[in-house]
């Protein structure tokens, strides 16, 4: 059962990992660790979500706490029911990204609270291996709920759009059909691979591999479309694509949402600290304070709460809201976007262009034996610049910076690189790539 505990989640594949019965633990599990008494329970359409369902929802019931089944939902979605309903957690039955042959769980307390490694999952891992439980006085209920309606309606809340744009979204065969359905009527929907399907026959659901991404940049200039859309698995992440067809870089979508959100009044916003400087200037020439945060969903939802900020995003494709309970909502990133374009009436590329101002490597990773030493070198060799360590090291100089940052699973160190000229970019990435590589 280890192997399936994770820094983030539960994953791993079905059954020979996580199946019916390790589901039951885990949900015994859970509810000791949180005292739970009402939890809310999404899924996504993969072939063995139900079967996990129905043991995780037992064993919650087994150990008196009642379910809110929501049936076929988004993550975001989850997220919004945890929180409209006043429940004391959620689960959501998913592996996200992951091939059709994987599954798991994302584990929350009430307000949408993630349960990461460093807070819970490992305790949870714990009380399932020992099953240390005791019977309580009453079994709980399950009882149904569907949340789409109402999820709908919130999105539409925010929605300031003069026109309907025309947007390729490409489904993945995956939850982004419930992440978007109390919109789509706002746009004019061109669909791709929108049949449910948990085998994902038409590509990997994962827009951070840019080649899955081919297709609808090619759709998108075949039909002149404003922008388009890319859901993964469990429609918590999102990769956009210009009316060109190129790809917006998630750093620089996150400067575009800023806009819009600003656009509002000034308000605290958060930055993956592997974003671009044009994403902190743009923040601060729209009115906005911003602040560098860390990378992972549980620190940042964590660093939200704490700055009381009203959006994050993150490189990955994540992007956090204050209103869906600190937590993903692309629907709201969709939404915002489609604001952006009418309210500044110029096509998607003509506002991303003062943005691509600098030079980037994007992360780069590199296997390594011993991560300590390689660090302090970098730490000794660049101690001349603004340097910090808020993520593993980042040093900041006039022209350049650099982060350089350990992977939370594998022997790896990431680096990313800045400059204001692709040249010196290059020269600092190879320099610093010699001392990781070496």
């Known amino acids: 059962m280890s192997g399936i505990f994770k820094a983030y989640d539960i994953r791993g594949v079905?059954?020979?990992d996580i199946n019916a019965d390790i589901a039951y633990a885990i949900g015994r599990a859970y509810i000791v660790f949180t005292g739970a008494k009402k939890v809310v329970i999404g899924r996504d359409m993969r072939p063995h979500s139900q079967q996990l369902f129905d043991g995780i929802s037992k064993g919650i019931t087994d150990q008196g706490a009642d379910v809110i089944d929501l049936g076929l939902s988004s993550t975001p979605q989850s997220y919004f029911a945890n929180?409209?309903?006043?429940?004391?957690?959620?689960?959501?039955?998913?592996?996200?990204?992951?091939?059709?042959?994987w599954n798991g769980f994302k584990l929350c307390?009430?307000?949408?609270?993630?349960?990461?490694?460093?807070?819970?999952?490992m305790d949870i891992q714990e009380i399932a291996e020992k099953r240390a439980w005791s019977e309580p006085e009453k079994?709980?209920?399950?009882?149904?709920?569907?949340?789409?309606?109402?999820?709908?309606?919130?999105?539409?809340?925010?929605?300031?759009?003069?026109?309907?744009?025309?947007?390729?979204?490409?489904?993945?065969?995956?939850?982004?059909?419930?992440?978007?359905?109390?919109?789509?009527?706002?746009?004019?929907?061109?669909?791709?691979?929108?049949?449910?399907?948990?085998?994902?026959?038409n590509h990997e659901a994962n827009p951070l591999k840019l080649d899955t991404l081919d297709?609808?940049?090619?759709?998108?200039?075949?039909?002149?479309?404003?922008?388009?859309?890319?859901?993964?698995?469990?429609?918590?992440?999102?990769?956009?694509i210009d009316d060109e067809g190129e790809i917006i870089p998630m750093d620089l979508f996150t400067a575009l949402i800023a806009q819009d959100i600003l656009s509002r009044g000034p308000a605290t916003i958060l930055y993956d600290l592997r974003s671009s400087r044009a994403v902190k200037e743009c923040i601060e020439e729209n009115g906005g304070?911003?602040?560098?945060?860390?990378?992972?969903?549980?620190?940042?939802?964590?660093q939200m709460r704490e700055n009381d900020a009203v959006f994050a995003g993150e490189l990955s494709g994540h992007y956090y809201f204050k209103q869906?309970?600190?937590?993903?909502?692309?629907?709201?990133?969709?939404?915002?976007?489609?604001?952006?374009i009418c309210a500044k009436n110029c096509p998607l590329h003509e506002l991303i262009a003062p943005l691509k101002k600098y030079f980037s490597s994007g992360e780069i990773n590199s296997k390594v034996a011993d991560v300590a030493p390689i660090l302090a070198e970098i730490?000794?060799?660049?101690?001349?610049?603004?340097?910090?360590?808020?993520?593993?090291?980042?040093?900041?100089?006039?022209?350049?910076?650099?982060?350089?940052?350990?992977?939370?699973?594998?022997?790896?160190?990431?680096?990313?690189?800045?400059?204001?000229?692709?040249?010196?970019?290059?020269?600092?990435?190879?320099?610093?790539?010699?001392?990781?590589?070496k």
């Not at 929180?83 to 042959?101: C, F, Q, R, W, Y």
């Not at 982060?403 to 594998?410: D, G, L, M």
């Open 14 to 16: 079905y059954p020979a």
């Open 83 to 101: 929180g409209t309903l006043k429940s004391d957690g959620s689960v959501m039955i998913t592996a996200s990204h992951n091939p059709g042959e």
């Open 109 to 121: 307390k009430a307000d949408a609270v993630p349960i990461s490694g460093a807070t819970g999952i």
């Open 139 to 201: 079994k709980g209920v399950v009882s149904t709920y569907d949340i789409t309606g109402e999820y709908g309606q919130f999105l539409r809340s925010f929605a300031k759009l003069d026109r309907k744009l025309k947007v390729v979204v490409d489904y993945a065969n995956a939850m982004g059909l419930y992440e978007i359905a109390g919109i789509k009527d706002l746009f004019e929907i061109v669909p791709m691979y929108d049949v449910m399907d948990g085998t994902f026959p």
């Open 215 to 240: 297709a609808i940049r090619a759709k998108v200039k075949e039909v002149k479309a404003d922008f388009g859309a890319a859901f993964d698995g469990d429609a918590d992440r999102c990769g956009f």
């Open 289 to 302: 304070k911003a602040i560098q945060c860390r990378v992972g969903h549980a620190f940042i939802k964590n």
């Open 324 to 340: 869906n309970f600190t937590a993903e909502s692309q629907g709201l990133a969709m939404i915002m976007l489609a604001n952006l």
């Open 379 to 437: 730490k000794a060799k660049y101690a001349d610049g603004h340097m910090f360590e808020l993520d593993g090291i980042s040093s900041e100089y006039s022209d350049w910076w650099f982060n350089v940052r350990s992977s939370n699973t594998e022997p790896l160190l990431r680096l990313i690189v800045e400059a204001d000229t692709k040249e010196l970019m290059e020269a600092k990435r190879d320099e610093l790539l010699a001392i990781i590589r």
